[in-house]
């Protein structure tokens, strides 16, 4: 089973940065895409952004010119370079992976607060 684990959450003031990375226990070109997804406290899990294994790539209307998602495929990786962060970004944030399978990381929690 593939193994996906986040790293990167923290806590950050609004208008700050941070990049979320996730490492694949295998070479991510076998999967067709990979995404970011959060959950927000008493809400139920969104879709960030994702990549496909060809490169194109998709973002939520919220994220679009802030947040961008790219891939190291010999690192087996995928990023979330998040910008002006707002409190509404304050969520778990999840790696996903598109294969043979849907498999998803335990999360990285990013707080946006002053």
């Known amino acids: 089973q593939v193994q996906l684990v986040e790293s990167g959450g923290g806590l950050v003031q609004p208008g700050g940065s941070l990049r979320l990375s996730c490492a694949a226990s295998?070479?991510?070109?076998?999967?067709?895409?990979m995404g970011w997804y959060r959950q927000a406290p008493g809400e139920q899990r969104e879709l960030v952004a994702t990549?496909?294994?060809?490169?194109?790539?998709n973002y939520a209307d919220s994220v679009k010119g802030r947040f961008t998602i790219s891939r190291h495929n010999a690192k087996n990786s995928v990023y979330l370079q998040m910008n002006s962060l707002k409190p509404e970004d304050t969520a778990i944030y999840y790696c996903?992976?598109?294969?043979?399978?849907?498999?998803w990381g335990r999360g990285t929690l990013v707080t946006v607060s002053s």
């Open positions: 996903q992976s598109v294969g043979r399978s849907i498999n």
């Open positions: 990549i496909a294994n060809v490169g194109f790539t």
């Open positions: 295998e070479s991510i070109l076998s999967f067709v895409r």
